[in-house]
């Protein structure tokens, strides 16, 4: 009987799943849909099913569509998140993507710097291979009919920000990129909810992007909380948590959603909001988009345009500044910052240790000037002043009669595509900034011992967020959030060009360095979910597809329910439970994955129970 009761530990530990409907059918499974069967969907879709084709195999002399002036594009166009935004299957991370067909150079080396990426040559590897270009609810409930019926793992992608949720091996995916609808509404009350406040709002269909979003509503003098980048979708985003440069004042993107309309697991269209299917709308605001069902649209808070006031503080340390004084002084301006959010004036910095430098950007909305905001600093540039032997600092400021006029003006990233990363990140309380001295401790192990990382890995970069919504809402988003004052990232990349080795070192000291000193300072709080970056627990492919630079690691964010939703996770759950009980819709570290879990053959199969 003991005997009994450890087998299925040590068949999970050695990757070996159970046959048959117990693990979702893969491509070369006998039980895999056969060609008949896709054309059926196809014809059920309205001719959006796509089948997939690599988009780097353009630049590769083996492949059928080899064609050097696709490539050229190709080329000059990966780094942008919005080719990948705009692709049906790519994301922005080449991890998720397995690296297998990046795009390369005529001598062989792919644009992530993989010399012998040519020599390898293109193949699918993570990508899904088959995808339906859905605009319809009809589309969206035969494709998951279709995913049901035959037993095929499920993907859902949108703009492919969150690569690590919009790319699945072996997997028919579902693009939600061109529900593009977009209404304005300056009385909007929720459906079947007579006695609900009205609300100037916009509806905006799954595939909208906050650029697209915030373009409309300022024609009109209008805006709404979003994220940093204009390419993210806003349902993604704000299902997630979502934070931006507006939500310390006006709320968590989780908090802006009014109404919502999804396609459960089960076929059924549902509209949510504090007055029906009231559970599904506690859950997908900060539980995530597509755990519980398919967004098709959102509706969401609209407000009168900000005007703005912004600083910007520059700080260096002096040649002999040692990295026990720089990440002291750092620490020290940390409860400064908390008191300037609580003032209204909200911001994100950048801090390095290599050099030292860190640089606090702050917005102030509704003024007429800046001689609130310039009166509000002077406590933090006094405190800088009286470290001038270790420090340097510059400081301006400006207004802005909207808001607008920064959006416009904020860059999209350009290094989409290019490298691989590993990334830590914490949710730290006003008790925990205020305690400068631990705090001081846990950003000199971060700051410092990360720069001994080998070759051609990047010295940690540390950025926080202090644009934080403290009202408390009642949703699946973390607790942690309404008590933090920023949300500390610390992040590594790396290029392909980099030995798999190399990378494992860089990952496991995300992971035991920089994540344990994180968890250490803050034990009780969290992360942020739409932030956490996780690297492969292990070799997703069969060996046909592996590269080179696949390799093991565990970063995987320890007791993840609890980090991503605090208390709220059994809630979360049992709402998955209700209305996803078949488990067909799965991600990494989404609510109720952990009833399924990814072999290394690739498979995805049912997680063994303890029936003895």
Known sequence: MRLLSLLPAWLLAHGVAAAGPQCKCAPFDSCWPSAAEWSSLNETVSGRLMKTIPPGSVCYESELNYNQVACKYLLEN??????????????????????????????????????????KGCSIGFLSPYVVNATT??????????????????????????????????????????????????????????????????TVGAGVQDGELLEKLAKRNLTAVTGTNSDVDVAGWATGGGHGILTGVYGMGADNIIEASIVTPQGDLLTASECQNEDLFWAIRGGGGGTFGVILSLTVNVFPMPSLSTATITISGKNATSSRAWWRVISSIHPKLAKLQDAGVMGYYTAASSPY???YTMFQFNTTNTSSIDRLIQPLTKHIQRHNETVEASSFSSWLPDWYSIEKIAPLGGDAGLSRRARATRLLSRKVVEDTDSLWKALEMIGEKNTAFKGGVSGPSLSGTLTISHKPVDSALNPAWRDAAVHLISSVQWNDLLPASDAE????????????????????????????????????????????????????????????????????????????????????????????????????????????
């Not at 690590?164 to 909007?188: C, D, N, P, R, V």
């Open 357 to 359: 430098s860190f640089q």
């Open 137 to 202: 609810a009809q589309q969206v409930k035969a494709t998951l009919h279709f995913a049901k019926k035959h037993n095929v793992r499920l993907n859902i992608k949108n703009t492919g920000h969150n690569p690590e949720k919009s790319s699945a091996y072996g997997s028919l995916s579902l693009w939600t990129h061109h529900m593009k609808q977009l209404k304005i509404h300056h009385h909007f009350k929720p459906s079947n909810c007579s006695s609900a406040k009205s609300h100037m709002a916009a």
């Open 78 to 119: 990966w780094s942008d998140s919005r080719y990948h935004s705009s692709n049906p299957v790519t994301v922005s991370d080449p991890l998720w993507s397995n690296g297998s067909c990046t795009p390369i150079y005529p001598n062989g080396t792919s644009v992530s710097g993989d010399p012998n990426a040519g020599a």
């Open 505 to 612: 070192e860089a990952i496991a000291g995300m992971t035991n360095i920089t994540g344990y000193a994180l968890r250490q300072l803050a034990p009780d709080s969290g992360v942020y979910y739409n932030e956490v970056l996780q690297t492969l627990p292990d070799l997703y492919l069969p060996a046909k597809y592996k590269t080179n630079n696949t390799f093991k690691a565990n970063s995987w964010e320890p007791n993840w329910q609890w980090a991503f939703w605090g208390p709220n996770y059994p809630r979360a759950l049992s709402i998955k439970q209700k209305y996803d009980p078949d488990n067909l819709l799965w991600c990494h570290h989404c609510v109720g994955s952990e009833s399924l879990i990814q072999q290394s053959n690739g498979a995805l199969c049912a997680v063994f129970e303890d029936v003895y």
